[in-house]
Structure formats: structure tokens, C-alpha cells
T-cell receptor
């Protein structure tokens, strides 16, 4: 596609429910990132995928958070037993491996946990 | 500067004026810096980047200045337009140790352009 696509754009869920957030990176981009943005804050790194290498999960805030990337393309971020503090915008980005600092972001998923 | 709680640093300018947005970074070992623009409801959009072997880089209507001595980065926008209204983030790449993909973002500055 032309850009990074994320779905859903908005998600409202009840505390304790599980949610799945999807990211379609730019075609040909082998690197994929998830960031979290809380209201009025900067971006917090969550996880990084690069090709077939083991992902860097060092930014995941708890074991309720997990992510996978199938076939080197689409990624899913899963949050189990959601809590109110999980409410944030979840941003996905992709990049070329050769310019892996220049990230292209999707529009994000606004997650609201009631 | 840094934000406190939910309050972002803000900059309000008149249309046509030049804008300067400042950012202090934390790691003297960082070797790559980047500015992003985020409009309401959208993801951050790349504006301009600079490596630590440079102190100035120009783009279209934008200039980034890097002062490594005081660990300061600035973004200058010439002839600011209403469409420039957004939150601007600086980010640094602490490129050592093989984790050169992990950008660290500042908390952002809200730029408002008054017509």
C-alpha cells in the first residue's frame, strides 16, 4: 500500500477484555515498530521486528502485551486483560533496513479502556 | 523543553513569521537526530534529519541546527503557515551497541499558527 495502515482506528473496550491491533507496513519495508503514545506525551517504544531476526521486546510494559509478525509483513499487537492505564494511541511504523532510523508511521489505533 | 503532566510546551506565532522549536537531548553518544510533525488524529510525519557530523541541514522551509556542545537541537520553520500547526517531536538515536533502530522521542511542542 501507499503507507502504513492500522486497524481499527478506534477501539473501546471494557477492563479485563483482550484486544488485537493490526498493522500493515509499507510494502518492502522489513523493519516494523510498535510505539505507544499517551495523552500529551511522547512516543514510547514497545517492540521491534526486523526480517527473520528475533524481535526486540524490551519496551513491552508487561506480560499482558505481546506482538507477532506473520510472513514478514502484517503485525498484530495483543493486549490481554486490558487495564485503564493501557488507554493510549498505539502507533505502528515501518522502515527500510538500510535507513532504519527513518520511520514511516501509521495513523494509530486509539484504544480506550473503560 | 520538557512537559509537566499533560501540558505540552507551546509556541504561538503569526502566519508568515519564522518559528523556532527547541529540543534538548540527553545522550552525548547519540549520532542521529530527527524531527517529526504530528497533526491531530494522524501519525508522526518525517520532516528532516541530521547526523552528528553536521551542525546544520536545510530542507524546504525548514532548517535543523545541532549544537553538540550543549546537546541542543532546533527546528526552524520559515514563513510559517496555518498548515504548520501541529505537535513537533524531536527524536534521537542512541546508535551504539547494535540498537540503532530504537529512536527516543521527546514529549513534543505544540505549534499554533494564527492567521
Amino acid at each position: 500500500g501507499a503507507g502504513v495502515s492500522q486497524s481499527p482506528s478506534n477501539k473501546v473496550t471494557e477492563k479485563g477484555k483482550d484486544v488485537e491491533l493490526r498493522c500493515d507496513p509499507i510494502s518492502g519495508h522489513t523493519a516494523l515498530y510498535w510505539y505507544r503514545q499517551s495523552l500529551g506525551q511522547g512516543l514510547e517504544f514497545l517492540i521491534y521486528f526486523q526480517g527473520n531476526s528475533a524481535p526486540d521486546k524490551s519496551g513491552l510494559p508487561s506480560d499482558r502485551f505481546s506482538a507477532e509478525r506473520t510472513g514478514g509483513s502484517v503485525s498484530t499487537l495483543t493486549i490481554q486483560r486490558t487495564q485503564q492505564e493501557d488507554s493510549a494511541v498505539y502507533l505502528c511504523a515501518s522502515s527500510l533496513v538500510t535507513t532504519n532510523e527513518k520511520l514511516f508511521f501509521g495513523s494509530g489505533t486509539q484504544l480506550s479502556v473503560l | 523543553g520538557e512537559s509537566v503532566g499533560l501540558h505540552l510546551p507551546t509556541l504561538s506565532v503569526q502566519e508568515g513569521d519564522n518559528s523556532i522549536i527547541n529540543c534538548a537531548y540527553s545522550n552525548s553518544a547519540s549520532d542521529y537526530f530527527i524531527w517529526y510533525k504530528q497533526e491531530s488524529g494522524k501519525g508522526p510525519q518525517f520532516i528532516i534529519d541530521i547526523r552528528s557530523n553536521m551542525d546544520k541541514r536545510q530542507g524546504q522551509r525548514v532548517t535543523v541546527l545541532l549544537n553538540k556542545t550543549v546537546k541542543h537541537l532546533s527546528l526552524q520553520i520559515a514563513a510559517t503557515q496555518p498548515g504548520d500547526s501541529a505537535v513537533y517531536f524531536c527524536a534521537e538515536n542512541k546508535g551504539s551497541g547494535g540498537s540503532n533502530y530504537k529512536l527516543t522521542f521527546g514529549k513534543g511542542t505544540l505549534l499554533t499558527v494564527n492567521p
